[in-house]
T-cell receptor, first 113, second 113 residues
Framework: NAGVTQTPKFQVLKTGQSMTLQCAQD?????MSWYRQDPGMGLRLIHY???????DQGEVPNGYNVSRSTTEDFPLRLLSAAPSQTSVYFC????????????FGPGTRLTVT | DAKTTQPPSMDCAEGRAANLPCNHS???????VYWYRQIHSQGPQYIIH???NNETNEMASLIITEDRKSSTLILPHATLRDTAVYYC??????????????FGTGTRLTIIP
């Protein structure tokens, strides 16, 4: 199993540009989530999904959209990038009844200038 | 979820046991204690969890006090590869996938050769 994969690994955007961070898992996990991590801070939950077609907001959802059309994929869209969205983004997945034991991807390092 | 308090940093000599404390004095009866770690630039990795009994797996041991207000993660023979930020979390488990993991700033453990 590849586990949780994220693309790209690095990305630089200009303010106002949009882009999609990709996340995929091959473990047939129902639960998937997106976190952001800023320097010196813990991870903050952006959005999560408990299954295909179901998404919900986390702690810091503003400026981000998600959709879940398949079990495997959970893309995160930045609608109009802002410097405050410069961060490292982690995608995670787990069984729906074991959200406490999440598998994390390697992260995407995003810089918005 | 209960708020957790951890020391910001600790050092441990290679080969010795690393004991990482966590206070969770407001923990509810149905909340578990979880530990994750994050090695530099990687996604967090699940280590261990427990409710009230001590737990051990191939990575670590978890000691929870009888009143459940604090716990200690023990890495029995620390190696340089154990240098990471260690997060202590609490959450109630459910079968609905609606629990959210809240990561604080953790303890930065440095293993010294």
């Amino acid at each position: 199993n590849a586990g949780v994969t994220q693309t790209p690994k690095f990305q630089v955007l200009k303010t106002g540009q949009s882009m999609t961070l990709q996340c995929a898992q091959d473990m047939n996990h129902e639960y998937m989530s997106w976190y952001r991590q800023d320097p010196g801070m813990g991870l903050r939950l952006i959005h999560y999904s408990v299954g295909a077609g179901i998404t919900d907001q986390g702690e810091v959802p503003n400026g981000y959209n998600v959709s879940r059309s398949t079990t495997e994929d959970f893309p995160l869209r930045l609608l109009s990038a802002a410097p405050s969205q410069t961060s490292v983004y982690f995608c995670a997945s787990s069984r729906r009844d074991r959200v406490d034991e999440q598998y994390f991807g390697p992260g995407t390092r995003l810089t918005v200038t | 979820d209960a708020k957790t308090t951890q020391p910001p940093s600790m050092d441990c000599a290679e080969g010795r046991a690393a004991n990482l404390p966590c206070n969770h004095s407001t923990i509810s009866g149905n909340e578990y204690v979880y530990w994750y770690r994050q090695i530099h630039s990687q996604g967090p990795q699940y280590i261990i969890h427990g409710l009230k009994n001590n737990e051990t797996n191939e990575m670590a041991s978890l000691i929870i006090t009888e009143d459940r207000k604090s716990s200690t993660l023990i890495l029995p023979h620390a190696t340089l590869r154990d240098t990471a930020v260690y997060y202590c979390l609490t959450t109630a488990r459910s079968n609905f996938g609606n629990e959210k993991l809240t990561f604080g700033t953790g303890t930065r453990l440095t293993i010294i050769p």
